[in-house]
């Protein structure tokens, strides 16, 4: 559609962030908003600004797109989401087939650049997986009106007119989302906060540990509870110690792996590629999501779909070269350049 007109175009990445909040993949996501576009491109020379907001007709066509690609699909998850933390030893297990995760999306996809700090907060805090993964215990009707009312901030009138219900419907539909919301996430997560100094001290400790596998070190800095998760298997584990035990059984893999910084979800994360034998230097094999409260790394994501993920994060096939300390994370929560070695 490279004749898309750009008043279409404007609203891809708020479309984006809606289509993911509402699915769960970017991937799908993507889908999502690419389908919605086309809907408004064939059909826009009939639209007719006088009966609705360009903004309020094309979030009608998302939400009629997403429901559709709802009817049929399965509930997706975080690891925890799952059954209960596995014992130190128990095998990975068979993976699950992609459509049973709760994927990341770049920060890029769906957060405006610039804007009201207080309103990009929210935006952070309304992708964050454990958010992302209580909608999906929702029902897609219910889900786009919680998204629509609470998220997007939308009057109760405007949503009725887009689902072609009623005020009341409507008003009915939050009530049980939010029961439900209180159900399944009766804890809320820390408040998103920009990372000041000590957090990004943390992370670059972390990861200059991790590059070097010094488990004592990385383990040092793992709150007492911290999760630790590798989609596409169910297994997960939770604790420091169990982590320590996993990290120093695994065989020497991850020696010498290479990260480079992105952002993922409103989180910290990072590509992370290991050394290939085969062809020398290192290929890419993990996005690496990391939580970070109260000056620990509290946890720990692995999604193992590098070849999948690392394009949509803009991330390159092989790792910078340098002997400098790895890419950084900037007080606005996005990657800064590799600082030259001293």
């Known amino acids: 559609m490279a004749d898309?007109?750009?008043?279409?175009?404007?609203?891809?990445?708020?479309?984006?962030?809606?289509?993911?909040?509402?699915?769960?993949?970017?991937?799908?996501?993507?889908?999502?908003?690419?389908e919605t576009l086309v809907r408004a491109w064939r059909n826009f020379a009939r639209f007719d600004e006088g009966k609705a907001p360009l903004r309020s007709w094309l979030y009608g066509i998302a939400t009629n797109v997403c429901?559709?690609?709802?009817?049929?699909?399965?509930?997706?998850?975080r690891a925890m989401d799952l059954g209960p933390a596995s014992a130190l030893g128990t095998p990975l297990g068979a993976p699950l087939p992609e459509n049973r995760w709760l994927l990341p999306i770049p920060d890029g996809r769906v957060l405006p650049g610039e804007g009201d700090p207080a309103e990009l907060a929210v935006a952070r805090e309304t992708i964050r997986f454990a958010f992302v993964a209580a909608l999906q215990r929702l029902a897609p009707r219910q889900r786009a009106?919680?998204?629509?009312?609470?998220?997007?901030?939308?009057?109760a009138d405007e949503v009725a007119a887009l689902l072609g219900g009623t005020v009341a419907s409507v008003n009915s539909a939050l009530q049980r989302a939010r029961a439900t919301l209180r159900a399944v996430a009766p804890d809320p997560a820390e408040p998103f906060r920009?990372?000041?100094?000590?957090?990004?001290?943390?992370?670059?400790?972390?990861?200059?540990?991790?590059?070097?596998?010094?488990?004592?070190?990385?383990?040092?800095?793992?709150?007492?509870?911290?999760?630790?998760?590798?989609?596409?298997?169910?297994?997960?584990?939770?604790?420091?110690?169990?982590?320590?035990?996993?990290l120093?059984?695994?065989?020497?893999?991850?020696?010498?792996?290479?990260?480079?910084?992105?952002?993922?979800?409103?989180?910290?994360?990072?590509?992370?590629?290991?050394?290939?034998?085969?062809?020398?230097?290192?290929?890419?094999?993990?996005?690496?999501?990391?939580?970070v409260a109260g000056g620990r790394i509290t946890g720990t994501t692995s999604f193992l779909e590098a070849e999948r993920l690392f394009p949509l994060f803009g991330l390159p096939a092989r790792p910078p070269m340098s002997s400098g300390p790895p890419l950084r994370i900037t007080a606005e929560g996005s990657p800064a350049e590799r600082e030259p070695a001293p």
């Open 4 to 34: 898309l007109d750009p008043r279409l175009e404007n609203h891809r990445r708020e479309l984006t962030a809606y289509s993911y909040r509402m699915l769960g993949s970017a991937f799908e996501a993507e889908d999502a908003v690419q």
């Open 67 to 77: 429901l559709d690609m709802l009817r049929s699909a399965q509930r997706r998850a």
């Open 145 to 155: 009106v919680l998204i629509l009312r609470e998220v997007l901030r939308w009057r």
């Open 194 to 246: 920009p990372l000041d100094e000590e957090q990004r001290d943390l992370l670059a400790r972390y990861i200059d540990a991790f590059e070097r596998y010094d488990v004592d070190e990385l383990t040092s800095l793992l709150h007492e509870d911290a999760t630790m998760a590798m989609p596409p298997f169910a297994w997960w584990l939770r604790g420091r110690d169990q982590i320590a035990a996993a």
């Open 248 to 291: 120093r059984g695994a065989d020497g893999f991850c020696h010498g792996s290479r990260m480079v910084a992105t952002m993922a979800n409103g989180f910290p994360a990072y590509g992370q590629y290991v050394p290939d034998p085969d062809r020398g230097g290192h290929r890419p094999w993990a996005l690496v999501v990391l939580d």
